[in-house]
C-alpha cells in the first residue's frame, strides 16, 4: 500500500506532503489545480520521461518520494533480484530526484537504474489514465486478463508452456542451423579435427605452465640469484674476516665467561647458543645450495620454447590449462557428431519432435482451462458492465488459434454491443473512451480478488459520464477498494461521496507565485467539496444538504458492499 507521497519542486508544487490510507482515496479540485500533476509526479517516481521544463521555477531539482509500508510477492521477487531489501518496518522508499542535467533513482538508499524503478514501481502501483484503458485493444492484455482470472493452477501450467516452448524453439533452431548449410557443417568438422589434433599434440598437463614459469625465471635470474647467495654464504660463515658465525661464537665465549654470576646471563647464554647452532646450519644449507647450482642451455631453450607454445594455445583456446583442455573435448564431440552425422541428426530430429509434442501438450492444457473459465468470465463481466449502467450489454470472449509463442497457441478478443440490435464488434471496434474506462472498471472489479497489485490509481475513470452511471461506478471503485487500495482524482461528487479519505487539491496565488497544497479533509470540508462539486455558484445551505444526503447514501453502500 502507497503510504505517503512527497513531492517537491515540482511545476506548481512546492513542498506536498500525503499520507495516504486504505480503502478508498479520493482527491478533488478545482480545473487547473493541478490534480494531473500529482498523477505526474507518480509517474516520475514510476521512471517515466522527465520534462526538465516541470522543474519549479528558481529551484535546481525536482523530487518525488513513494514510501511503501506493505510489499507485494511480485515487489519482493523484483527487490531480491536488485539485492535490496525492505527497511526492519517492512517499508520500501523509491525516491527520483531529477535536475536539468541528472536523473536520480534510489530504493531504500540503494541506486538503481531507471528501468529497474520502472519495473518495482510496477509491482507496487497500477495505474489506469485515459490511455492506459487502451490497453484493452491489445490481444495480448486480454489473454493476460483470461489468464488471470483461470487462477489456480494457470500460473503453473503457464510457468511449463515458456519453458517447453524455449526447449522447442532451441533445438528447432539447431535442426535449421544443421540442415542449411552442409558445407559449413564440413568446414566446422574439418576445423574441429585440427584444432583437437593441435592441442593433443601438445601433451599438455594441469599445473604444467606454473612449473615451467617458475623454472624459467629462476634460469633467467641465474647469475643474480648466483651473486647473492655468495654474499650471503661469505656473510654468515665465509672464510675470510669476520661474519655472523664467527662473531656469535665470539658473542658466547664472553657470556659464558659470567653466565654463572646472574642467572638472567645464563637465559641469554642458551638462546644465543641456539642462534649460533642455527646460523651454522643455514651456512651449511648455503654451501650446498650454491654447489647443486648449475645452469643448462639445452634446458632454458627448452623450457622457453614449451612456454610460448602453451601461450600460443592459450591465445586461441582458453585462458588456462584447463581452459585448453576443455575445448578440445567440446572440439572432439563435435568429431563425433560429424563421425555419424546421420544418425546424429536423426537424434535431433527426434528430439525437436518431442520437444514439439511436449509443448503442444503444455498448450492444450493451457487451453483447456481458458476455455473453461470463458463463459465464467463472460458472465461476470457481463453484470458487472450492467452495474455500471449499460442498459445492454452483448458481451462474448472468442478464442482462437494463434502463432505459438511462451504463452502458448492461444488468442482471445472481446466482442461487445452495448446497442439493441447491433452485432457484437471486436471490443476496438465499437467503444467509445469513457466506454472502455468503465470496462477497465468492470475488469477491476472482477479481478480485485486475485491481482497481487496493492495499489490501484484511476485517473479520469468519471471521463464522458454523470448522473446514475457516475454512482454506479462509484459503487464499483468502492466494491475495488474492499481489496486494493484505490486512488482516484475525480470531479465527480457521486464519486467523492463514496471516499474513505479525501484530499482537496487547492491552488493559491499572490502577486509573487503560485502553489499548489493538498489537504486532508475532514467530513465537514468534505462535504464542503461535494457540494462544490455538485454545481452550486456558491455553497448554500441546500447544496451542503444534498452534500450530506450523497455522503450517507454513500456510507450505506459501503457498509453493504464490505
Given at each position: 500500500?502507497?503510504?505517503?507521497?512527497?513531492?517537491?519542486?515540482?511545476?506548481?508544487?512546492?513542498?506536498?506532503d500525503i499520507e495516504f490510507s486504505d480503502g478508498l482515496n479520493i482527491l478533488t479540485g478545482e480545473t487547473g489545480a493541478g490534480k494531473s500533476l500529482l498523477m505526474g509526479s507518480v509517474m516520475m517516481a514510476m521512471g517515466s520521461k522527465f520534462d526538465t521544463s516541470m522543474i519549479r521555477k528558481g529551484k535546481e531539482q525536482a523530487l518525488v518520494?513513494?514510501?511503501?509500508?506493505?510489499?507485494?510477492?511480485?515487489?519482493l521477487q523484483v527487490l531480491g533480484e536488485l539485492d535490496i531489501f525492505p527497511e526492519d518496518d517492512g517499508s520500501v522508499i523509491i525516491k527520483r530526484t531529477c535536475s536539468a542535467s541528472k536523473s536520480s533513482c534510489r530504493i531504500n538508499g540503494s541506486t538503481v537504474a531507471v528501468r529497474e524503478m520502472k519495473k518495482l514501481s510496477q509491482a507496487?502501483?497500477?495505474?489506469?489514465?485515459?490511455?492506459?484503458?487502451?490497453?484493452?485493444?491489445?490481444?495480448?492484455?486480454?489473454?493476460?486478463?483470461?489468464?488471470?482470472?483461470?487462477?489456480?493452477?494457470?500460473?503453473?501450467?503457464?510457468?511449463?508452456?515458456?519453458?517447453?516452448?524455449?526447449?522447442?524453439?532451441?533445438?528447432?533452431?539447431?535442426?535449421?542451423?544443421?540442415?542449411?548449410?552442409?558445407?559449413?557443417?564440413?568446414?566446422?568438422?574439418?576445423?574441429?579435427?585440427?584444432?583437437?589434433?593441435?592441442?593433443?599434440?601438445?601433451?599438455?598437463?594441469?599445473?604444467?605452465?606454473?612449473?615451467?614459469?617458475?623454472?624459467?625465471?629462476?634460469?633467467?635470474?641465474?647469475?643474480?640469484?648466483?651473486?647473492?647467495?655468495?654474499?650471503?654464504?661469505?656473510?654468515?660463515?665465509?672464510?675470510?674476516?669476520?661474519?655472523?658465525?664467527?662473531?656469535?661464537?665470539?658473542?658466547?665465549?664472553?657470556?659464558?665467561?659470567?653466565?654463572?654470576?646472574?642467572?638472567?646471563?645464563?637465559?641469554?647464554?642458551?638462546?644465543?647458543?641456539?642462534?649460533?647452532?642455527?646460523?651454522?646450519?643455514?651456512?651449511?644449507?648455503?654451501?650446498?645450495?650454491?654447489?647443486?647450482?648449475?645452469?643448462?642451455?639445452?634446458?632454458?631453450?627448452?623450457?622457453?620454447?614449451?612456454?610460448?607454445?602453451?601461450?600460443?594455445?592459450?591465445?586461441?583456446?582458453?585462458?588456462?590449462?584447463?581452459?585448453?583442455?576443455?575445448?578440445?573435448?567440446?572440439?572432439?564431440?563435435?568429431?563425433?557428431?560429424?563421425?555419424?552425422?546421420?544418425?546424429?541428426?536423426?537424434?535431433?530430429?527426434?528430439?525437436?519432435?518431442?520437444?514439439?509434442?511436449?509443448?503442444?501438450?503444455?498448450?492444450?492444457?493451457?487451453?483447456?482451462?481458458?476455455?473453461?473459465?470463458?463463459?465464467?468470465?463472460?458472465?461476470?463481466?457481463?453484470?458487472?458492465?450492467?452495474?455500471?449502467?449499460?442498459?445492454?450489454?452483448?458481451?462474448?470472449?472468442?478464442?482462437?488459434?494463434?502463432?505459438?509463442?511462451?504463452?502458448?497457441?492461444?488468442?482471445?478478443?472481446?466482442?461487445?454491443?452495448?446497442?439493441?440490435?447491433?452485432?457484437?464488434?471486436?471490443?476496438?471496434?465499437?467503444?467509445?473512451?469513457?466506454?472502455?474506462?468503465?470496462?477497465?472498471?468492470?475488469?477491476?472489479?472482477?479481478?480485485?480478488?486475485?491481482?497481487?497489485?496493492?495499489?490501484?490509481?484511476?485517473?479520469?475513470?468519471?471521463?464522458?459520464?454523470?448522473?446514475?452511471?457516475?454512482?454506479?461506478?462509484?459503487?464499483?471503485?468502492?466494491?475495488?477498494?474492499?481489496?486494493?487500495?484505490?486512488?482516484?482524482?475525480?470531479?465527480?461528487?457521486?464519486?467523492?461521496?463514496?471516499?474513505?479519505?479525501?484530499?482537496?487539491?487547492?491552488?493559491?496565488?499572490?502577486?509573487?507565485?503560485?502553489?499548489?497544497?493538498?489537504?486532508?479533509?475532514?467530513?465537514?470540508?468534505?462535504?464542503?467539496?461535494?457540494?462544490?462539486?455538485?454545481?452550486?455558484?456558491?455553497?448554500?445551505?441546500?447544496?451542503?444538504?444534498?452534500?450530506?444526503?450523497?455522503?450517507?447514501?454513500?456510507?450505506?453502500?459501503?457498509?453493504?458492499?464490505?
Open positions: 500500500m502507497l503510504k505517503n507521497l512527497h513531492v517537491q519542486n515540482l511545476a506548481l508544487i512546492e513542498d506536498a518520494e513513494l514510501v511503501f509500508d506493505s510489499v507485494p510477492e511480485k515487489a507496487f502501483i497500477d495505474i489506469h489514465g485515459q490511455r492506459d484503458y487502451e490497453t484493452l485493444l491489445k490481444k495480448s492484455e486480454l489473454l493476460s486478463i483470461l489468464d488471470l482470472y483461470c487462477g489456480g493452477d494457470m500460473p503453473h501450467i503457464l510457468k511449463d508452456v515458456s519453458e517447453k516452448y524455449r526447449i522447442y524453439t532451441d533445438l528447432k533452431e539447431k535442426l535449421e542451423e544443421e540442415t542449411s548449410d552442409t558445407s559449413s557443417s564440413a568446414k566446422e568438422a574439418s576445423l574441429a579435427e585440427f584444432e583437437a589434433a593441435e592441442i593433443d599434440d601438445a601433451c599438455l598437463k594441469e599445473g604444467e605452465d606454473e612449473e615451467l614459469e617458475d623454472s624459467f625465471r629462476r634460469m633467467s635470474n641465474f647469475r643474480k640469484i648466483a651473486e647473492s647467495i655468495g654474499k650471503a654464504h661469505a656473510m654468515i660463515g665465509g672464510e675470510d674476516g669476520e661474519n655472523a658465525c664467527s662473531l656469535a661464537s665470539m658473542a658466547l665465549r664472553e657470556l659464558s665467561s659470567v653466565s654463572e654470576y646472574d642467572t638472567g646471563i645464563k637465559e641469554l647464554e642458551e638462546e644465543l647458543a641456539s642462534a649460533e647452532s642455527i646460523l651454522s646450519d643455514l651456512n651449511m644449507e648455503l654451501g650446498s645450495y650454491m654447489s647443486s647450482m648449475e645452469f643448462d642451455e639445452e634446458e632454458f631453450a627448452r623450457i622457453g620454447d614449451r612456454l610460448d607454445l602453451i601461450n600460443r594455445l592459450k591465445s586461441k583456446y582458453g585462458r588456462t590449462i584447463g581452459d585448453i583442455l576443455e575445448y578440445s573435448e567440446s572440439r572432439k564431440k563435435i568429431l563425433e557428431k560429424y563421425a555419424d552425422y546421420d544418425a546424429y541428426l536423426a537424434k535431433l530430429r527426434e528430439d525437436t519432435e518431442k520437444a514439439c509434442a511436449d509443448y503442444d501438450k503444455a498448450c492444450r492444457k493451457a487451453s483447456s482451462l481458458r476455455k473453461k473459465n470463458i463463459p465464467l468470465l463472460e458472465k461476470e463481466l457481463t453484470d458487472k458492465l450492467k452495474d455500471l449502467n449499460f442498459l445492454t450489454v452483448d458481451f462474448e470472449i472468442r478464442m482462437e488459434d494463434s502463432k505459438p509463442g511462451p504463452l502458448g497457441k492461444d488468442a482471445v478478443d472481446f466482442y461487445i454491443s452495448f446497442n439493441p440490435g447491433e452485432d457484437r464488434k471486436p471490443l476496438a471496434e465499437s467503444s467509445s473512451g469513457g466506454e472502455l474506462s468503465r470496462m477497465m472498471l468492470a475488469v477491476k472489479t472482477v479481478m480485485a480478488g486475485k491481482e497481487d497489485t496493492g495499489t490501484l490509481i484511476f485517473d479520469e475513470i468519471d471521463a464522458g459520464i454523470s448522473g446514475i452511471t457516475a454512482w454506479k461506478v462509484a459503487e464499483s471503485l468502492s466494491g475495488v477498494a474492499g481489496h486494493h487500495q484505490v486512488i482516484c482524482i475525480t470531479h465527480l461528487p457521486q464519486i467523492a461521496a463514496m471516499a474513505d479519505h479525501h484530499y482537496v487539491i487547492v491552488k493559491h496565488s499572490d502577486n509573487n507565485s503560485t502553489t499548489t497544497d493538498v489537504e486532508a479533509a475532514d467530513f465537514e470540508t468534505s462535504i464542503s467539496e461535494i457540494a462544490r462539486l455538485l454545481g452550486s455558484d456558491s455553497v448554500s445551505d441546500s447544496s451542503l444538504e444534498n452534500a450530506r444526503d450523497l455522503k450517507a447514501k454513500a456510507g450505506k453502500v459501503k457498509t453493504k458492499n464490505r
